[in-house]
């Protein structure tokens, strides 16, 4: 299967890539599983998968490229990479939020940051969020910078209040 896009984020898995792949297509639209290719007796040799185990999930999600990578236990998701979630409305923030941290990590919950039940970081930012933070009254912006870093989920409502004070 070729992928036209220049650059397509990889996530390695141990041996979740198809579940993982099933669960984000399930939550963005416009997405879908492109491609799951397998491994031949190699996989078996090299990284300890039998003959027929899924090796790779090529996927889209709202139209961007991944690729989902059964590589083994070796390495493990951090939050030094995050995917980001722009949202119009607080309903779309409530959505991802409650879909994507369903069976994740509660303690990694902080300023729209989220880790979901397969390790990976994203970041759930209101528009309105960015806006407000480069506000041009420095000090609208310092009030909108300290409510949100008390924050889990972001709350457009109450940025705007802030704001609004």
């Known amino acids: 299967m070729q992928n036209n896009s220049k650059i397509t ?8 890539a198809e579940a993982a792949a099933q669960f984000y297509t399930s939550i963005f639209r416009n997405s879908k599983i492109v491609h799951v ?24 999600l709202d139209g961007q490229p991944f690729t989902a990578l059964n590589g083994g236990p070796t390495f493990k998701f951090n939050e030094a ?7 119009d409305t ?8 409650q879909k994507l941290s369903a069976g994740g990590d509660e303690t990694a919950q ?8 397969y390790g990976v970081s994203w970041q759930i930012i209101p528009r309105i969020l960015i806006e407000l933070l480069n506000h041009p009254d420095a000090a609208t912006s ?8 008390q924050m889990k989920k972001i709350e457009i409502d109450e940025l705007k209040r802030v704001a609004a004070d």
């Open 142 to 149: 310092q009030k909108v910078t300290t409510t949100m870093l």
């Open 9 to 16: 984020p990889c996530l390695w898995f141990d041996d979740q």
């Open 110 to 117: 902080q300023c729209g940051w989220l880790k979901d039940k």
């Open 81 to 87: 990479i995050s995917f980001q979630i722009f949202c």
């Open 37 to 60: 290719s397998r491994y031949g007796d190699a996989g078996q040799e090299m990284k300890g998968k039998p003959a027929g185990a899924v090796m790779t999930v090529s996927f889209e």
């Open 90 to 97: 607080q309903a779309d923030v409530d959505d991802y939020w």
